[in-house]
């Protein structure tokens, strides 16, 4: 699961995106394969698609990313099972969808909901890039732990699977849902719209029956539950992840 960039940054340096991120991970391929490992690789379902041609996507969807990051994830993907034909390397990919939930720092350049609630605990302004309409599928960080476990234990080698809710939420709806819960804490909610990103798909909604026909993996925190969890670790946590104060808000508004 370790990675270097997030698409912002890879957006701002797509060679640097390469280097610190395909390399590394290709040696780890290359070692897995030499002890007889098992492994999951942790790809992307929110950029390895690219703009959707139907929705929910399925893992047979094209895959046309938009991002670095995408492209990188993508290019990783295909390496691990060339390793898989070429050095018997015992893979399974899994796609994520938009993770969210208790531990999630924020201001780190990835997940809107940690980034929008700190926002406002700290008296900031919530930004959106785009109108509000840009639509992501949330899921709670346990739900993707499980789904990754799941696809290890149970999941076919060389398969690949996504994990999401299958439930999309534009960026204008998940203000609308966080703002009352943070209210009920004391913080006000005041949203700054910002102009769209060139690296942003408009929609990403994943279907995720593969895993669950292959494993019986479903998603069990619904997301007015794992909001009010995410609240609670934020404002039980405010010290220390208010320490470094914020970079600019630039928490992957609309991803």
Known sequence: MAYATVPNTSFADPLGDLLQNLPPTVRLF???AKKNCR?????????????????????DHPTAPISPYGLTK?????????????HGLKVTCVRPANAYGVGQRPFSGQGFVATAMASAMLGQTIKVFGSGEIIRDYIYV????????????HGQIGATYNVGSGIGVSNGEMVKL????LQEVGFACHVEYMPERA?????????SSRLTASTGWVPKVQLPEGLICTR???MKNMNEWSSGGSTGNDGEASR
């Open 142 to 153: 346990s739900d993707i732990a499980a789904g990754i476990f799941s696809a290890l234990e």
């Open 39 to 59: 492994v999951v690789f942790i790809s992307s379902g929110g950029t390895v698609y690219g703009p959707p041609q139907t929705l929910p996507i399925t893992e």
């Open 30 to 32: 290359i070692e897995a």
């Open 74 to 86: 993508l290019t990783l993907e295909k390496y691990a099972f060339l390793y898989a034909t070429t």
């Open 232 to 234: 609670e670790w934020l």
């Open 178 to 181: 966080i703002g009352p819960l």
């Open 199 to 207: 690296f942003d798909v408009s929609r990403n909604v994943l279907d």
